[in-house]
């Protein structure tokens, strides 16, 4: 059954740490929030969700004082507050992990954390003991004196969490914490979360992912193109098809088949052999790999994050060194060959950092658009084509269905999922003939996954190879052909046929049977 | 007074402005602003050094208005390039033009005349008759202070909450931001600092290193000493032996034309060092080594 609830201004409730009411944000050209009423009790996971560009992030930001309202007011226990920064929402007890972490990569952890602290006097080794204290209670390990750039993407988010804990606050804003984690990462994140509620803070979590949102949170708002469709739905009054249809309102129709595709007699595309590849901090992070991606197969490498998955891309894609070994695309050596040639190759990259390789942020989406290809599809004589560009720019926004104000919008301005969306589509206008994804639907909302796992069948019908890396076992399990397992830089095991997610769960886990 | 001893001595001394001036811009790099001003800075330095001391006829009084005639005057490169999110490069220029001309139109009437409070050189019983080294140990309390200074700011910038604010500001102003501290307000610190200290670096200039008042007195020390943050990889230590370095440099050029060799050669080695730096650190993974700051010259703006 569906369950709508209408709130209607009920007075200020003691019971609620937080109340939004009547908020509206205009960005230019967009309402990116349109009379929104939001509440969270005290001591709940209240989750809240809505499809790329919903309005969420806005929603957030404003409580945390880094966005103003256009109208609207904000109570926190009962009374009205102006949050015009986030040192008023610290100061009130609102703390928030963004969805580009605010971290530094050039100082310590330790740094990080008593960069966000109050009061000019303090003593590192007070912070160091508290900080130790914190991460016992709630089971947030941590290595203190490491450099940010030194650590995993759950790592780096346990160091926001622990910011926002040190400061003692009563609310924490999650803005979609899991979509870069791996699931056993997310299952010691919600172990802690729970913690955090017993303790009587209220959490506030944006995801993505419905079944996550199902099984940890009490509560579930959900945001539609800047409107509240449903709010405050029970935990046990929702299920994930009325879910579902609240968020998204275009059809989630393309089911991908099982069937896996035998291309053992097919032309190999990419031959890569014994491959040795350096991490950030120069420790071997693939150790000698070998292995063959044919003409028209999704190859999977699925793998805990940090076991070389990265590395390997990057070597792959000319974006880091080999040491060893080398590469063979269609027959030709690459190793070591700058991106620029691998693009002319036919290869594209959805890249794993996505705001660091995918975009150049304050160029606009058209200019992003025609980044890779400028010189072969939209140039006439020394000018580039300003129709053709227009034409394929607004053609991809309609088929990935990316929500922009209009193509001359700074990629910047576009939130979160829309940018991994724009990054997407291009790399698929290209008609690659070999494509290498890292999580290409990290951040992407249930009709856009949809559409995008459509996108890259259709691409590998066509005779084109994927090779495709995702920390999301379901995916891979449902495009490959062909899955490697990845662990501590090596491949441990290959499955070619029908594999449950049980086999190569065991697999990344345990050493070599 | 041994020879070597003696030179030591002489590049302390001409370092000292340089080291002023190199400590102030490092803190300014390392919050993000970069301020090509401080030719200008340094200029009004100097001239308010020494009208201050030949009105009060205090070298104190002197220095102290330096500092905040340097500091003041900074400021207006922290509003342009802070507060309206001016480009930082024509900002800088348009302080040193700024304070050259307005130092050479109020400094006419001090061209020529001299001072009688002078700047005692406190030389360091025993240590001062040490062969080469003892050069360190007869100077001025400016000098001496310099060095103090730097170690301080070295600490400050790599052992505290304040330096962990400014290094932060100067990398990722929007966590920094994030985190409920004010980002604007750390710059403009940062940037006054940077004015106050490039006003000493001048005030010591006209008022012991040459003594007197004239046009064009820096001769190009606030450019060098822009060279010089970046030779000393934004770290206040590294400063203080670029300084001395350059001073010894600038010593050498003066007794070596007697000998024949191009005094201009030896000049030109803090740009060619600087040149060398911003190559190098041009590499992606050498700027992680080196300190360039991330957000060096980028204006920050929360959006809306
Ligand atoms: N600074 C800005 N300037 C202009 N438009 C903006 C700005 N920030 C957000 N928007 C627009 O507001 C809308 C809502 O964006 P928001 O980031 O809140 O979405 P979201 O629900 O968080 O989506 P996602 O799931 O993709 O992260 C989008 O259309 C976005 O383009
Ligand atoms: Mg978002």
Redesign the interface.
């Known amino acids: 059954m569906l369950n709508i609830r209408v709130l209607i201004n009920l007075g200020n409730d003691q019971n609620y740490l937080v109340e939004m009411r009547g908020i509206v944000k205009m960005f230019p050209t967009v309402v990116a929030l349109n009379n929104v009423d939001f509440r969270v009790k005290k001591g709940e996971i209240h989750a809240l969700l809505g499809e790329n560009g919903a309005g969420k992030t806005t929603l957030m930001r404003i409580l945390y004082g880094m966005y103003r309202p256009d109208e609207g007011e904000v109570f926190i226990e009962g009374r009205r507050v102006n949050i015009s920064s986030p040192k008023d929402a610290l100061k009130l007890g609102i703390g928030m992990v963004h969805q580009h972490f605010m971290l530094i990569d050039r100082l310590t952890v330790l740094e990080n954390i008593a960069l966000s602290l109050k009061g000019i006097k303090v003593s590192f080794k007070e912070i160091r003991n508290r900080i130790e204290e914190l991460s016992s209670i709630y089971g947030l390990k941590i290595n203190l004196d490491a450099k940010i750039w030194q650590l995993s993407v759950g790592e780096k988010q346990r160091v926001e969490i622990l910011k926002t804990l040190y400061r003692d606050v009563k609310l924490l804003i999650l803005d979609e914490p899991t979509s870069v984690l791996t699931p056993i990462e997310s299952e010691e994140l919600f172990k802690s979360l729970r913690k955090m509620v017993e303790s009587g803070k209220s959490i506030i979590l944006i995801t993505h992912k419905i079944d996550e949102a199902l099984n940890v949170s009490d509560s579930i708002t959900v945001l539609r193109k800047g409107r509240i469709v449903a709010s405050e739905i029970k935990r046990d009054e929702a299920n994930r098809l009325d879910i579902v249809s609240m968020i998204v309102d275009r059809p989630i129709d393309f089911k991908p088949n099982r069937i896996k595709k035998d291309v053992s007699d097919s032309r190999i595309v990419m031959e890569v052999n014994n491959l040795r590849v350096l991490d950030d901090r120069g420790n071997i992070a693939v150790r000698d790999i070998s292995f063959v991606l044919r003409e028209g197969e999704i190859l999977g490498i699925a793998g805990v994050a940090g076991n070389g998955q990265k590395e390997l891309i990057e070597a792959l894609t000319g974006l880091r060194r080999i040491e060893n070994g080398y590469v063979k695309i269609f027959g030709i050596d690459v190793t070591n060959n700058p991106v620029g040639k691998m693009t002319s190759l036919g290869i594209a990259h959805i890249p794993e950092d996505r705001l660091r390789y995918g975009v150049a942020l304050d160029l606009s989406v058209a200019d992003n658009i025609i980044m890779k290809l400028y010189r072969k599809k939209f140039s006439r004589r020394f000018f580039l084509d300003e129709a053709t560009i227009k034409k394929e720019a607004e053609r991809l926004i309609q088929d990935f269905g990316i929500v922009v104000p209009s193509i001359w919008t700074p990629a910047g301005f576009l939130s979160g999922g829309n940018i991994q969306k724009l990054i997407v589509a291009r790399e698929l206008s290209m008609s690659p003939k070999i494509l290498i994804a890292s999580n290409p639907t990290s951040g992407l909302d249930v009709a856009s996954t949809n559409y995008v796992h459509w996108a890259l069948h259709r691409l590998r019908a066509s005779g084109s190879s994927i090779l495709l890396v995702s920390e999301d076992l379901d995916e891979i399990l449902s495009l490959s052909d062909r899955i490697l397992v990845m662990r501590d830089g090596k491949i441990v095991k290959e499955f070619k046929e029908e594999s449950s997610i049980n086999d190569i769960g065991l697999a990344m886990t345990l050493k070599e049977t | 007074m041994d020879i070597a001893a003696s030179l030591l001595a002489e590049a302390i001394k001409a370092g000292t402005p340089l080291l002023f001036a190199t400590l102030g811009e490092v803190y300014c790099e390392r919050s993000g602003v970069i301020n090509l001003g401080l030719e200008g800075i340094m200029t009004i330095g100097a001239l308010t050094g020494f009208a201050t001391t030949f009105i009060t006829g205090s070298i104190w009084m002197g220095f102290l208005a330096a500092m905040l005639a340097g500091g003041v005057f900074s400021l207006i490169h922290a509003f342009a390039s802070i507060s309206l999110g001016v480009n930082q490069t024509v900002s800088g220029l348009a302080t040193v033009m700024l304070g050259t001309g307005i130092s050479s139109l109020l400094g006419k009437r001090y061209v020529g005349l001299s001072l009688r409070d002078r700047l005692m050189p406190m030389t360091i019983p025993f240590l001062s008759e040490i062969p080469v080294l003892g050069g360190f140990f007869r100077h001025d309390p400016l000098a001496y202070a310099g060095i103090v200074i730097a170690i301080v700011m070295w600490y400050v910038l790599f052992k ?3 330096g ?2 400014i ?2 500001v100067g ?2 102003p ?9 980002v604007y307000l750390v710059r403009y610190i940062c940037v006054f600092l940077g004015g106050v200290l490039g006003g000493l670096g001048g005030a010591y200039v006209s008022l012991y290193y040459t003594p007197g008042w004239r046009e064009g007195i820096m001769m190009g020390r606030g450019w060098i000493a822009l060279a010089l943050t970046i030779f000393s990889l934004w770290n206040p230590i590294g400063s203080v032996l670029g300084a001395f370095l350059f001073g010894g440099v600038e010593v050498l050029q003066f007794h070596l034309q007697e000998y024949g060799v191009p005094a201009s050669l030896l000049g030109a080695l803090p740009y060619v060092v600087t040149i060398i730096v911003l190559t190098t650190s041009s590499f992606g993974f050498m700027r ?1 080594k080196l ?1 360039v700051p ?1 957000a060096l010259g980028k204006p920050y703006r ?3």
């Open positions: 505290t909450r304040i962990i604010i290094r932060a990398e990722k929007e966590a920094v931001d994030a985190a409920g501290v004010n992680r300190g991330a929360r959006e809306s």
